[in-house]
Each structure stands twice: as C-alpha cells, then as structure tokens.
C-alpha cells in the first residue's frame, strides 16, 4: 500500500472517530441534562418532605392551644399528595423510587390517622386524646422520607458525577483526535506547499521554472492591452560553460537570475524558461513605461558588472505588448522576434518558409503534416 492510500485511510479513521466520539458527547450529555433535571425535582421532594413535617408540627400546636387551622390542615394534604402522584402546581415531581414511595403511602395512611385525631382534639380536651404520641409517629416517618428522598438525591449525583468522568474522557480522546487530525492536515499541507515548490520552482536559481512559465503562457484568457512579455536570452554561456567549467555556468546563470529578479519591480512575473532562457511578464505598463522598466534593468546589470569584472553579465532582450484579442503565447512569439538581430530575423524567416513550403508539398501528396 503506498503512503498516499495509507494516509488517506488514516485520515478517514480519525474523521469516522471524530464522528462517533462527537455522537457519543452529545448523548452523554442529554444524559446529563436529565440527571441535572432530576436532582433538581428530588431537591424539591426533600424539601417538601421536610415542609410536610414542619407545617404538621406548627398545625398541632395551633389545634392544642383551641386555634383551628383548616387552610394548614388542607396544605399538608396537598404537599403529601404532591408528593406521592407529583404535582405541576407545586413544581414537585415523582420520584421513581419504590422504598419512597411506600413509606409515603405509609405517612399518607398514616395522616389521615392524625386527622381524625386532630377532630377529637377539636371536641375534647388534647390530653384526653393520643394526638402527642400519633403526632410524634407522624413525625418519626416524615423523618424517614426525609431520608430516603435524600438518599435517592445523592444517588442521582453519584450517577452525575459518573458521567461526567465519562464525559471528561470523551472530551480528552475527542481533542486529542482533533489535533492529531489537525498536524496531520498541516502536514499534508507542508507537502503539498514542497511538492508545489518542486513542480513549479526552478531549483538552480528559486525563480518560477519552466511549468510555471508555460502554465503562464498557455491560459486561454486574452490578456488586457497593458500586458507585456520580455524574453531574455542569456549571452556567453556556453563559452563559460567550455573555458570555465559547469559549475561555473551555473553560478553565471544564478547571478542573472538574482539581478533580473532585483531589477524587475516585485508586481512583474520573472521566471526561468528553460537553459539560458528567462521570461518576465509586467502587468500595468504602456509601450513607454515598459522601455523604462527594461532601461532600468540595463542600468542595473551595467551596475552589477562594474562591481563583478571578472563575470560581467551579457544577454539580449526583446518586448511585446499584447495586440487586441492576442493571447500571451502569441505576445511571447513578438517578444523573441523582437530580441532577434536583424539577421537572425531574416534567417528565422528563410527557415520558417521552408517548413510551411514543405507542409504545402506533404498535404498536396496526401501526407500528414
């Protein structure tokens, strides 16, 4: 398996496990939420539990000292109701706990008990009933409901406190995955940023190579009027190359690239197109202002000979603007022809009619031209 396919099915491992550990956090906490929900519906129950026993004390001390207390008395029973069914008035919920339960049915039973008691007291003299030791019974369950909706509360945050290591550890594996998938994305673009550089840079000299130069000319858009193209062809090379050494060529051609690039303002394309040969593209510049661009780089090279005589740089260069509804290639084409001698014009032309006369003569004899 080769490293491209390795690193696309690991990426697809981290994403599907990204995936499934966001699924997972969010259920956890949905969870959560409900467990929140409920330990603030059992804090209610252990409130109202306790309000149960609080409200019945206060309402038989009333009903001893001759003072009855109906709307208390109706207050109890709903908070007891409340708490055995649950009640949306009162915000108390049922609890789902059979031992609560069953000691709240008993205390239920238990006040209807303490009720009929509380009606003798009304007719009689307290002490001629039992209203003290039921009320103290009465208070003695109130107590363990108390205590087992506590215990039932501290369930319920046990669980939350569970879950939330669990949801800890969710958010930890889920970071980790998330930064593992963001080196390797950061990889993967220092890769693509070298590979590009490899394709699209020159090596011996760091300007745009060949590709990047062809890539430039070949766009099929038409170019605006204030596009120009500049073929530099670099002279003596080839001498250097035979009485210097190779090496030597290569440095001659570095020091060109170097300068032209210093020389060509920053906005202008230059780069290398291949051998001796270099290309710059300028965006913005009538006939005139691009004579000037070039004037400057002639200045700047005599400047750079001046202080380097022993490898004076030499080249030739030609310009074109391009025509109205020309594409760059056809611009690059004026840009040689105009960096030819007269001369060598005349000789491409000799040899360029040869070959369209020969195309004439292959197409008469039915060849292929």
Same mark, same amino acid.
């Given at each position: 398996m080769t490293d491209s396919k390795k690193n696309k099915k690991s990426t697809?491992?981290?994403?599907?496990?990204? !995936?499934?550990?966001?699924?997972?956090?969010?259920?956890?906490?949905?969870?959560?939420?409900y467990l929140v929900s409920g330990i603030q519906g059992t804090a209610r129950v252990v409130n109202y539990a306790g309000l149960v026993r609080g409200k019945t004390q206060r309402l038989v001390?009333?009903?001893? &000292? %001759?003072?009855?207390?109906? %709307?208390?008395?109706?207050?109890? $029973?709903?908070?007891?109701? %409340?708490?055995?069914?649950?009640?949306?008035?009162?915000?108390?919920?049922?609890?789902?706990?059979? &031992?609560?339960?069953?000691?709240?049915?008993?205390?239920d039973d238990?006040? !209807?008990?303490?009720?009929?008691?509380?009606?003798?007291? +009304?007719?009689?003299?307290?002490?001629? *009933?039992?209203?003290?030791?039921?009320? $103290?019974?009465?208070?003695?369950?109130?107590?363990?409901? *108390?205590?087992?909706a506590e215990v039932y509360s501290q369930k319920r945050a046990t669980a939350l406190e569970g879950l939330e290591k669990y949801i800890t550890a969710d958010i930890v594996c889920l970071m980790a995955l998330i930064v593992y998938a963001l080196v390797?994305?950061?990889r993967y673009a220092a890769m693509n940023r070298a590979l590009q550089h490899k394709v699209y840079v020159d090596g011996a000299t760091g300007l745009p190579n060949k590709n990047k130069c062809e890539e430039l000319l070949s766009d099929p858009e038409i170019p605006g009027e204030d596009v120009g193209v500049c073929s530099f062809d670099l002279n003596d090379l080839r001498r250097i190359n035979n009485s210097m050494g190779h090496e030597a060529g290569d440095a001659y051609i570095r020091s060109f690239a170097q300068q032209l690039r210093l020389a060509m303002p920053q906005q202008h394309?230059? !780069?290398?197109?291949?051998?001796?040969?270099?290309?710059? &593209?300028?965006? %913005?510049l009538d006939r005139a202002a691009l004579d000037q661009c070039l004037d400057g780089v002639r200045r700047h090279m005599a400047d750079y000979n001046q202080n380097h005589p022993d490898m004076p740089i030499s080249y030739a260069v030609g310009a074109a603007l391009a025509r109205e509804g020309q594409k760059l290639q056809s611009t690059c084409l004026d840009a040689l022809f105009a960096g030819l001698t007269q001369s060598?014009?005349? +000789?491409?032309?000799?040899?360029?009619?040869?070959?369209?006369?020969?195309?004439?003569? +292959?197409l008469k004899e039915g060849g292929n031209t």
């Open positions: 697809s491992w981290v994403q599907t496990d990204i !995936g499934i550990l966001a699924a997972i956090l969010a259920l956890l906490i949905v969870v959560m939420m001390k009333m009903e001893i &000292a %001759g003072q009855p207390q109906d %709307g208390m008395l109706s207050d109890v $029973e709903s908070f007891i109701h %409340g708490l055995r069914y649950g009640d949306d008035q009162l915000d108390i919920v049922r609890l789902d706990d059979a &031992a609560f339960q069953d000691k709240m049915e008993e205390l238990y006040f !209807g008990s303490l009720k009929d008691e509380l009606m003798l007291v +009304r007719r009689e003299d307290y002490q001629a *009933t039992d209203i003290i030791l039921k009320s $103290e019974e009465f208070f003695n369950i109130c107590d363990q409901a *108390t205590g087992l390797q994305a950061l394309f230059v !780069g290398r197109a291949g051998g001796d040969e270099f290309l710059a &593209a300028t965006h %913005g060598e014009a005349e +000789r491409f032309q000799e040899l360029l009619e040869k070959v369209l006369t020969s195309a004439e003569v +292959r």
